[in-house]
């Protein structure tokens, strides 16, 4: 298994550029989310879903877009990039929606945006 | 409000002594408590967790944490730290509506 893969590793973007970040899991975990985490305030929930075709917001949403059309993939879509999503983005997973589940991190996507 | 608690930004402790993290939510059900162990430029990995039973849990690495009710704390513990140790922890409770709240974490420092 190769657990949770995110690409790329590292972005530079500028200002009002769009890109999509990519998360993928070999596991057929239902419940796959995105975080972002910035210096001193951990990490902050963007959005979720809890299977195919289901997807919803988290703490965080504005100027990300998400789709879930496989249970593999969960891209997150910066619409228009903005310096304030420079961030550090993690996709994670678990087996369930269930808040007992552990979940499954990837190693991060490293974004600048200029 | 949810919430989660690290006091401390960053900790320094010697090679082979002991080490406690804390970690206070604020949250109105039963929850579910995590710690996760950030390594630098890695994702998170579940160090243990805490559902229900016994208070004292163990986990990897030697590490254990403590549920006190009272206290609204799950604190995480080592007796003999590591130099390997050296990361940054997430204390996290994971809440309804499919969503985990994670505190700003704690940086360990070990020196040797």
């Known amino acids: 298994n190769a657990g949770v893969t995110q690409t790329p590793k590292f972005q530079v973007l500028k200002t009002g550029q769009s890109m999509t970040l990519q998360c993928a899991q070999d596991m057929n975990h239902e419940y796959m989310s995105w975080y972002r985490q910035d210096p001193g305030m951990g990490l902050r929930l963007i959005h979720y879903s809890v299977g195919a075709g289901i997807t919803d917001q988290g703490e965080v949403p504005n100027g990300y877009n998400v789709s879930r059309s496989t249970t593999e993939d969960f891209p997150l879509r910066l619409l228009s990039a903005a310096p304030s999503q420079t961030s550090v983005y993690f996709c994670a997973s678990s087996l369930t929606p269930n808040p007992r589940e552990t979940q499954y991190f990837g190693p991060g996507t490293r974004l600048l945006v200029l | 409000a949810q919430s989660v608690t690290q006091p401390d930004i960053h900790i320094t402790v010697s090679e082979g002594a002991s080490l406690e993290l804390r970690c206070n939510y604020s949250y109105g059900a039963t929850p579910y408590l995590f710690w996760y162990v950030q390594s630098p430029g890695q994702g998170l990995q579940l160090l243990l967790k805490?559902?229900?039973?016994?208070?004292l849990v163990q986990g990897i690495k030697g590490f254990e944490a403590e549920f006190k009710r009272s206290q609204s704390s799950f604190n995480l513990r080592k007796p003999s730290v590591h130099w390997s140790d050296a990361a940054e922890y997430f204390c996290?409770?994971?809440?309804?509506?499919?969503?985990?709240?994670f505190g700003a974490g704690t940086r360990l420092f070990v020196k040797a």
């Open positions: 805490y559902f229900s039973g016994d208070t």
């Open positions: 996290a409770v994971g809440i309804e509506g499919f969503k985990t709240i």
